[in-house]
T-cell receptor, first 118, second 110 residues
């Protein structure tokens, strides 16, 4: 049973298209995240949701819109794809967003979704 | 600005050697520091998490230390094995977000 699963694993598309990446976790965690890993391998947080509520929204273009229908799902929709959006997008979850709770802070990552924009 | 730096960027060692990976962070107001392993084409696996009040954590052949005052963490791998070959990332937790270093690519030669 995959704890954090992302689909699709690979996505190749043309500039200007709109695409979505889906993420689901079966760990019962309250908090989910989207991270972007660029060609230089830097991982940067994009969004975080805690119990369906947005709690982190880094400086990300408005073309990126996360949606959390329930706390087990966090999807990422990207409009008008650009070449620079090519990257690996990782979904992650943690038990809680309570930073004072040591057990809540361990993140479990999905396998990543490699997006290539042509 | 919170930045995390890892050195070396890449490391190649013969099997059986002990090795140290270094991580430094600019903002000492860190809640915890995590070490992850990333295999090619795969996601991240959490190896060790050190709370800001702790100095070290151990798991098997791995030992991670944290020195907030100097802004440094190290990951010590004992008796390295070819299966340890991967990219190792450290990340500092600030508020609800992790700030990652660029990683150290480790290759253990048999």
């Amino acid at each position: 049973d995959t704890a954090v699963s992302q689909t699709p694993k690979y996505l190749v598309t043309q500039m200007g298209n709109d695409k979505s990446i889906k993420c689901e976790q079966n760990l019962g965690h309250d908090t989910m995240y989207w991270y972007k890993q660029d060609s230089k391998k830097f991982l940067k947080i994009m969004f975080s949701y805690n119990n369906k509520e947005l709690i982190i929204n880094e400086t990300v273009p408005n073309r990126f819109s996360p949606k959390s229908p329930d706390k087990a799902h966090l999807n990422l929709h990207i409009n008008s794809l650009e070449l620079g959006d090519s990257a690996v997008y990782f979904c992650a979850s943690s038990p809680s967003a309570n930073i004072l709770n040591s057990g809540a802070n361990v993140l479990t990552f999905g396998a990543g979704s490699r997006l290539t924009v042509l | 600005k919170q930045e995390v730096t890892q050195i070396p960027a890449a490391l190649s060692v013969p099997e059986g050697e002990n090795l140290v990976l270094n991580c430094s962070f600019t903002d000492s107001a860190i809640y915890n520091l995590q070490w992850f392993r990333q295999d090619p084409g795969k996601g991240l696996t959490s190896l060790l998490l050190i709370q800001s009040s702790q100095r070290e954590q151990t798991s098997g052949r791995l030992n991670a230390s944290l020195d907030k005052s100097s802004g440094r963490s190290t990951l010590y791998i004992a008796a390295s094995q070819p299966g340890d070959s991967a990219t190792y990332l450290c990340a500092g937790k600030y508020g609800n977000k992790l700030v990652f270093g660029a990683g150290t690519i480790l290759r253990v030669k048999s």
